[in-house]
């Protein structure tokens, strides 16, 4: 091998020398920089992770409001469907819709193509909701059809139905005792009240409150001078403590019409009417029945009198 030989075979290797150092200095840089990208998104956001979870945030707070109106919605629903169960359908004497199938939930099945994930349950739980919700709404809206056709084909029953107060309010003293339960006047136990006592005058006339036929027109232990209209479609009334009768069974009366007098017969412990509503032989509120005339504001002071004139 000549000198000028082994002079460029030395070149040779000192310039891959160089490559490899620069080679290696690349590699180690990126190294690094892999390493010190992954502990700052360990601990840091990115820019785009930051801009995700916000959006998620977002999403979330949307998805609270939604159930929040979900609620709402289901609180005005049920608003609908007391009236329809306890004042319109009472009123035209029909019986509550069944429709069994409404309050059963859905099979889970229908749920499960749900995606997995941190936020199944919520979700989930939104979906039952606003099914269920969709199935009350059916139901409400059934019964209302139900109601609506009854009202427009049966007028008559708004003749019928107890509607007004059985004696005139100028002449009332006070509402003596409200329905439900409450201490006798007289034994002074606990025991239902099963109409409200109205205070008048004796002599005081007592008016049928809706047209029927006389049922009974009788004394009745406990109850002394005693009227009971039949108003059909399930509904009576009865008259109770009265001073004088002026009807007998099976005479038809109209509303208004002066069928007796208040009084203080029976077990009494002073001059009142006992006025009873019954729906299909269970008594009702008679309250409920003077809808038209008693304001929520004026019942709150029905109650009030009550409440005080327990205290004595
Ligand atoms: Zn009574």
New binding site residues.
């Given amino acids: 091998m000549s000198e000028v030989q082994q002079g460029h075979s030395g070149l040779k290797i000192q310039r891959w020398a160089k490559r490899y150092r620069i080679s290696f200095r690349l590699f180690a840089a990126l190294l690094i920089a892999v390493a010190i990208n992954i502990l700052v998104s360990t601990w840091f956001d990115t820019p785009k992770m930051s801009s995700i979870r916000r959006d998620n945030q977002h999403l979330k707070a949307q998805y609270h409001l939604l159930q929040e109106k979900i609620r709402s919605a289901e609180a005005a629903l049920s608003d609908v469907k007391h009236r329809d169960q306890f004042v319109y359908r009472p009123l035209l004497g029909i019986d509550t819709l069944s429709i069994p199938q409404v309050y059963l939930d859905y099979n889970d099945s229908k749920y499960a193509s749900l995606p997995e994930g941190e936020y199944n349950d919520m979700i989930e739980e939104g979906w039952r909701s606003l099914d269920r919700l969709t199935r009350e709404i059916y139901y409400a809206s059934r019964s209302l059809d139900d109601t609506q056709d009854l009202a427009e084909n049966k007028e008559e029953f708004s003749t019928v139905i107890p509607a007004i107060w059985p004696i005139d309010r100028t002449k009332l003293k006070r509402v003596s ?1 409200l329905y439900g339960m409450r201490r006798h006047p007289r034994y002074g136990y606990w025991k239902m ?5 109205l205070s008048a005058p004796k002599g005081t006339p007592v008016y049928a409150t809706g047209n029927a036929v006389v049922a009974e027109s009788h004394w009745e232990h406990g109850y002394g001078q005693l009227i009971e209209l039949n108003h059909g479609f399930g509904y009576r009334t009865r008259y ?2 009265l001073s004088k009768r002026y009807v007998s069974p099976g005479d038809s009366v109209t509303r208004g019409q002066v069928i007796g007098e208040v009084g203080n017969t029976g077990v009494s412990t002073g001059p ?1 009417l ?2 009873e509503v019954c729906f299909r032989g269970y008594t009702t509120n008679p309250i409920h029945y003077f809808n038209k005339d008693v304001s929520p504001e004026s019942y709150i002071e029905l109650m009030k009198q009550i409440e005080e004139s327990m205290k004595k």
């Fill in positions: 005792s009240h099963d109409g409200v006592d109770a403590h009142h006992h006025y």
